[in-house]
């Protein structure tokens, strides 16, 4: 009878605790994100780490606002003879649909927007060795107006913390979409 009664308490208090975690509220408006990946600069030759810092707004249900700042740096290409070196710094604003609303524990969302590249180049331009040895290196930036298009699913582990991953591509305004950069990250992020 004891085993039956004892049985019946812990049966009673997962029910409880399972109804608790159900309904959770994911609706903080404001969390921040970071992430790390890979993603290809230029027309897909150079393989970049890329670091993104990432703070979103929730408007409603379906709409998502986001501001970031990204980092990148080209881990090299050992075919190059004269050491290539690229990096960029990027800053973005971004708009995002969740069709599946964005109040549950899986977030899917698709988005696009608006972002500030400013990429770096340097590389060694030409190697003398006679009559002495004289290296000349070869220095390059650019800034440019793009666009986003982002597809991004985040899942909740707890009410405050987040893990998720993006796709993105990033094209220049004024060359008609030419690629810039894409790539993909793994985020972490926390809610405030």
Same mark, same amino acid.
Request: glycine fraction near 12%; charge should be neutral; proline fraction near 1%.
């Given at each position: 009878?004891?085993?039956?009664?004892?049985?019946?308490?812990?049966?009673?208090?997962?029910?409880?605790?399972?109804?608790?975690?159900?309904?959770?509220?994911?609706?903080? =408006?404001?969390?921040? =994100?970071?992430?790390?990946?890979?993603?290809?600069?230029?027309?897909?030759? %150079?393989?970049?780490?890329?670091?993104?810092?990432?703070?979103?707004?929730?408007?409603?249900?379906?709409?998502? *606002?986001?501001?970031?700042?990204?980092?990148?740096?080209?881990?090299?290409?050992?075919?190059?003879?004269?050491?290539?070196?690229?990096?960029?710094? %990027?800053?973005?604003?971004?708009?995002?649909?969740?069709?599946?609303?964005?109040?549950?524990?899986?977030?899917?969302?698709?988005?696009?927007?608006?972002?500030? %590249?400013?990429?770096?180049?340097?590389?060694?331009?030409?190697?003398?060795?006679?009559?002495?040895?004289?290296?000349?290196?070869? =220095?390059?930036?650019?800034?440019?107006?793009?666009?986003?298009?982002?597809?991004?699913?985040?899942?909740?582990? *707890?009410?405050?913390?987040?893990?998720?991953?993006? %796709?993105?591509?990033?094209?220049?305004?004024?060359?008609?979409?030419?690629?810039?950069?894409?790539?993909?990250?793994?985020?972490?992020?926390?809610?405030?």
């Amino acid at each position: 009878m004891k085993k039956i009664f004892f049985l019946t308490i812990i049966v009673i208090h997962f029910l409880s605790i399972s109804k608790i975690v159900a309904q959770q509220d994911y609706s903080n =408006k404001f969390d921040f =994100k970071f992430g790390t990946g890979i993603g290809f600069m230029g027309w897909g030759d %150079l393989l970049a780490v890329c670091f993104e810092n990432e703070l979103n707004y929730k408007i409603n249900d379906y709409f998502t *606002t986001s501001v970031g700042v990204g980092y990148g740096r080209n881990i090299g290409n050992s075919n190059d003879v004269f050491e290539q070196h690229n990096d960029y710094l %990027l800053g973005s604003v971004n708009g995002f649909i969740s069709p599946f609303r964005n109040n549950r524990r899986n977030n899917f969302k698709v988005g696009g927007g608006y972002t500030y %590249l400013n990429q770096a180049a340097s590389y060694i331009a030409a190697i003398y060795h006679y009559p002495y040895e004289d290296i000349r290196y070869y =220095k390059d930036g650019y800034s440019a107006h793009c666009f986003n298009v982002i597809v991004e699913d985040e899942y909740r582990i *707890t009410t405050r913390l987040m893990i998720g991953a993006k %796709l993105f591509y990033t094209g220049d305004i004024k060359d008609g979409g030419s690629g810039e950069l894409f790539g993909g990250l793994i985020k972490f992020g926390v809610a405030l």
